[in-house]
């Protein structure tokens, strides 16, 4: 990606520095890119653009085709580019900014006030960030000047895949009172694209717990979302995670291995805990 401006040849943290950059952030900007895609596209059924994390409001364009907008810094974006990819492809996104943003959303919402709206007079930071899914501080804070960035902080890539896709694993231990036994919860969300519906098996293991349990799964086409019980025997003894100077933080490692029709294989390791509450 390349961003042009010109820029002061000055340490922006020296005395009132900060002041002299704002109008950085008060401007909008575009990020551009021309890249050749490294495989064949004709070879998969779905083609994916991924934003690990943008930051934070823009409008991304690929191959002058509009995908979709951000305005969360915190979260990914995932766009469907299977019908506008080509060998050479062009992408751009063209960030707003945040500040004026921020402002706007605050105008728009007039059914009651949301303090505070500007920070103390002494930060000289900028004001309404609680109307934006962005980094708190980069507004201002006690500690530090307001330099309100915009760009790509996290990575970006290309996916393609068929039959299937792992979109995401989540995971909850859950303990049931009424059989005093701890389950763990889990939820995987697919992207199916095969025409034809997919089989498999899930086979979760917790080593430590010995555990060690398989679920025969089948996938349509479409989004698709299995959930799966895992029952720990209660004949084992389940460590509970502590708070700091309570006692030990136990974790379990747990892998989630899908193998599905059509030699699709995905391998998911996490570390399980049990939590007490005090």
Not at 204 to 212: D, N, Q
Request: aromatic share 14%.
């Amino acid at each position: 990606m390349i961003l042009m401006f010109p820029l002061y040849h000055q340490d922006p943290y020296y005395r009132f520095n900060d002041l002299r950059y704002r109008w950085i952030s008060l401007d909008n900007w575009t990020y551009s890119t021309d890249f050749k895609i490294p495989f064949n596209v004709s070879e998969w059924q779905k083609v994916r653009l991924i934003f690990e994390g943008v930051d934070t409001v823009a409008e991304v364009l690929f191959n002058n085709v509009t995908l979709g907008k951000t305005d969360n810094m915190f979260t990914g974006y995932s766009f469907d580019i299977t019908t506008v990819v080509r060998d050479v492809n062009s992408l751009q996104l063209h960030f707003r900014s945040a500040v004026q943003y921020a402002e706007r959303q605050s105008k728009a919402h007039a059914n009651y006030s949301v303090p505070p709206d500007c920070p103390p007079e002494e930060q000289k930071g900028e004001c309404h960030v609680n109307f934006i899914r962005k980094e708190q501080c980069s507004f201002s804070w006690d500690w530090g000047p307001a330099f309100p960035s915009q760009g790509i902080w996290k990575d970006v890539r290309i996916e393609a895949y068929n039959i299937s896709r792992l979109d995401y694993l989540t995971f909850l231990p859950v303990y049931d009172n009424t059989s005093r036994e701890w389950n763990v919860e889990i939820e995987a969300s697919f992207d199916v694209v095969s025409s034809k519906p997919v089989g498999g098996q899930v086979t979760v293991a917790i080593p430590k717990l010995r555990t060690r349990q398989t679920f025969d799964i089948e996938l349509q086409q479409k989004p698709r979302t299995v959930k799966l019980l895992v029952k720990i025997s209660k004949d084992i003894a389940v460590e509970l995670w502590w708070p700091h100077g309570h006692g030990n933080q136990t974790g379990y490692n747990m892998t989630v291995l899908f193998v599905l029709d059509g030699g699709l294989n995905i391998e998911r390791s996490v570390k399980v805990s049990k939590y007490t509450v005090l």
